[in-house]
Each structure stands twice: as structure tokens, then as C-alpha cells.
């Protein structure tokens, strides 16, 4: 595992908006893999959005409060940042 992406990568919704993010692994061979439901997902401030790590809907963001966190997703010791905003 060379690094993982997050998509999207900058999402700014209303309050109340949920989405998908999805979590990819890049490998050192370029081959890539969706591990959404592998990764452990985090959010930096739960008060303005909050994170799933439910199995079937993990990564699905809800925007709680206006602002933003970063949403860290980690598999192992790698890891991807995305910073989600609430309007």
C-alpha cells in the first residue's frame, strides 16, 4: 500500500446534507483498490460533522453544525485527509 485517497476530497454542503465519501488504495504497482469498508474513518470535530463506521455505511458523512472538520481515513499506518464544510 503506497498511499490512500479520499473522494471527494474537499466537500462543502449545507447542514443536514449526508454523502458518501469513498476511501482508494494506491499501490506501488499502480494498481488500486475501493476499501471503504476496510479503512477505520475519523471525524476532527464530531460537533460539525460526524462519520460512519457502521459495515454497509461506512464513510457517510452528516454535516451537523456550520464549519468544518477533517475527516481522516486510516488502514493500518496509512492514512488520507479530506476537509469536509458545512453552510
Known amino acids: 500500500l503506497s498511499s490512500i485517497e479520499i473522494a471527494p476530497d474537499q466537500p462543502s454542503r449545507p447542514v443536514g446534507f449526508t454523502e458518501q465519501l469513498s476511501a482508494t488504495a494506491l ?12 479503512v477505520v474513518w475519523t471525524s476532527s470535530d464530531k460537533s460539525v460533522v460526524t462519520v460512519s463506521n457502521v459495515k454497509g455505511s461506512r464513510g457517510i458523512i452528516t454535516r451537523i453544525a456550520v464549519g468544518s472538520a477533517t475527516i481522516t481515513a486510516r488502514l493500518g499506518t496509512s492514512s488520507a485527509t479530506a476537509t469536509v464544510t458545512a453552510w
Open 27 to 38: 499501490y506501488s504497482d499502480n494498481n488500486t483498490q475501493d476499501i471503504t469498508e476496510s
